[in-house]
């Protein structure tokens, strides 16, 4: 066998289409969104070991700007499928995690390069079809992130491995990067695509086997990750797709003595749930299960009277309302001194209403569809609450309809009560409410800010005073895991800003960084004496 220390190719992030009009780009991207519209529905089954599971229990997955359009069908599973998933993994782990690791590296490497290239049109449409984003949304998620979590998670792999720790003469001292012992449950959100590829993906990556729960209305693409899983080399068993409830997965998942790790991204809630339900099965594990979490926030924008107007406005336009704020970082709440309002509001209120709303499929339109039904009537009741309470104002926006598709206005409220309920709840959708605060009470204000929310997600800070962003920065210190200065609180990139919150927000393990990837391996200390002692006495002893 040879042996050799590899590099790995440098990660560089995937470059963005601008997708501009007649561009050969985004015509060879809606070829591909007309060819999948008009195909038969799919049928989108299981995979569990090498095999493509399907049931009788057959849901639709539809199109959240044309929910009459049935895409396709999933295989709702049951238990046993669980079950059998878990089994499938524990089969593939010691072959697996006893793979070289340059062979597991050059699986994602080939992957991400599937992704950027001949998959590129396919991940990207299903996406727009089945989650209703726009060409530019896709594009930096679907395409680019995804294949940008793959070649910077190979790098922090090869630096990982690297790190070895000293030794003093006589002794060689070495780490050994073990897999964790047993398998990894990966539960992913619907609003990304590339979330949903790398939790799964990441714990793969370091040898570890992981059943995959993906968001019921982001199936659809999910699928095209598994087809690129296998057409770059996965081996059956090592990520298994179970489309099944929350409730068969934890009756069976938890209470198995292999299970070693979560990785989630969802609500703050369910996490929560999930949590106690491992505290209380914590002795039926082989070891102590490593949790990681990224949950929900109540993201800010906080500007200061020094901060210029339009630059308010358009992070507010943008931060709040791409992708209708169904991002766990939108700008969800915003403090706006006395002295800038009437010049934010005239300028936002202009950039808002020059929005076109409606399918992806028309490259003009800035906002889309909500993900679902759920979702839509969920917002909505929070802009009839606001419509209805003497303590705030729909100044631009609040009108929605779901007779088609789930279309809802962006809308920004203003309110006089600095902890009114869309100011402090998460709403995760096309809502911003804002505070007019007194310009001579900035620092005040910022305590405000701190404690109004549970979560710490993303917030940013706005001002021209270099003084007062160091005191936002000091004072703001625990309020968000991804600050930004003179910029909206959105767009993470991988590699450059990782991503993750605390407090009420996740576990802050900075998915894109090797912060991450640290929690789904083992350590394990080698240490080899080269001339060992023949005599018990120390010299100490005489």
């Known amino acids: 066998m040879a042996n050799a220390h590899f590099k790995v190719p440098v990660a560089v992030n995937e470059p963005v289409n601008s997708y501009e009009p007649n561009s050969k780009e985004v015509k060879s991207l809606l070829g591909k969104y007309k060819e999948m519209y008009d195909q038969e529905p799919i049928d989108v089954p299981m995979y569990i070991g090498g095999k493509e599971v399907t049931t009788s229990n057959k849901r639709a997955l539809t199109s959240p700007q044309e929910h009459q359009k049935v895409l396709g069908h999933y295989n709702y599973g049951d238990k046993e499928h669980v079950s059998q998933a878990i089994e499938a993994a524990m089969a593939a782990k010691e072959k697996w995690s006893n793979l070289p690791w340059e062979e597991r590296a050059s699986i994602f490497l080939k992957a991400a390069d599937l992704i950027s290239g001949p998959y590129r049109d396919k991940i990207n449409a299903a996406t727009m079809l089945g989650q209703s984003k726009n060409v530019y949304q896709t ?7 995804t294949a940008d979590f793959f070649r910077f998670n190979v790098q922090y792999m090869s630096e990982i491995y690297s790190e070895q720790p000293e030794s003093s003469p006589g002794v060689w001292n070495r780490l050994e990067w073990r897999s964790l012992e047993g398998f990894v449950l990966a539960i992913t959100p619907f609003n990304f695509t590339a979330i949903a590829a790398n939790l799964p993906s990441a714990p793969a990556m370091l040898g570890n086997v992981v059943v995959w729960k993906p968001a019921e209305s982001q199936i659809y693409s999910a699928n095209v990750i598994m087809e690129v899983f296998k057409e770059a080399g996965v081996p059956d068993g090592v990520i298994n797709m179970v489309t099944t409830g929350g409730a068969n997965i934890s009756d069976v998942v938890f209470k198995h003595k292999e299970f070693a790790g979560l990785h989630f991204t969802g609500s703050t809630g369910v996490f929560r749930t999930l949590w106690k339900t491992i505290a209380e099965n914590i002795e039926n594990y082989k070891s102590y299960p490593r949790i990681v979490g990224e949950t929900g926030g109540k993201d800010f924008i906080m500007v200061h009277p020094s901060s210029k107007a339009d630059m308010v406005a358009t992070a507010i336009a943008r931060g709040a309302f791409e992708f209708q704020g169904q991002k766990c970082s939108a700008a969800s709440r915003a403090y706006i001194p006395s002295n800038l309002w009437e010049d934010v509001k005239e300028n936002v209120i202009e950039q808002v209403n020059s929005f076109k709303i409606g399918s992806p499929e028309d ?31 729909i100044i631009v926006g609040g009108n929605y309809d779901k007779s088609e598709g789930y279309f809802i206005d962006p809308t920004i409220i203003v309110t006089t009560d600095p902890k009114f309920k869309t100011m402090v709840e998460e709403i995760f959708g096309p809502v911003i409410t804002i505070y007019v605060y007194d310009e001579n009470k900035f620092e005040e204000t910022l305590t405000l800010l701190d404690e109004t929310s549970e979560y710490a997600l993303t917030g940013s800070i706005i001002s021209q005073d270099r003084y007062a962003i160091s005191t936002a920065l000091r004072k703001l210190e625990n309020s968000a895991g991804n600050f930004y200065i003179n910029d909206k609180p959105t767009g993470a990139v991988v590699g450059q800003q990782p991503f993750g919150g605390a407090r009420g927000s996740g576990t802050n393990d900075k998915a894109g960084a090797k912060l991450n990837l640290l929690r789904w391996v083992s350590a394990r200390t080698i240490k080899e004496t080269f001339v060992p002692a023949t005599d018990h006495r120390y010299p100490f002893m005489g």
């Open 363 to 393: 490259t003009t339109n800035f906002i889309t569809a909500v993900i679902n039904e759920k979702a839509f009537d969920s917002i909505t009741e929070y802009i009839d609450y606001a419509k209805e309470s003497k303590d705030a104002e």
């Open 139 to 145: 594009e930096i998620d679907a395409a680019c992130e």
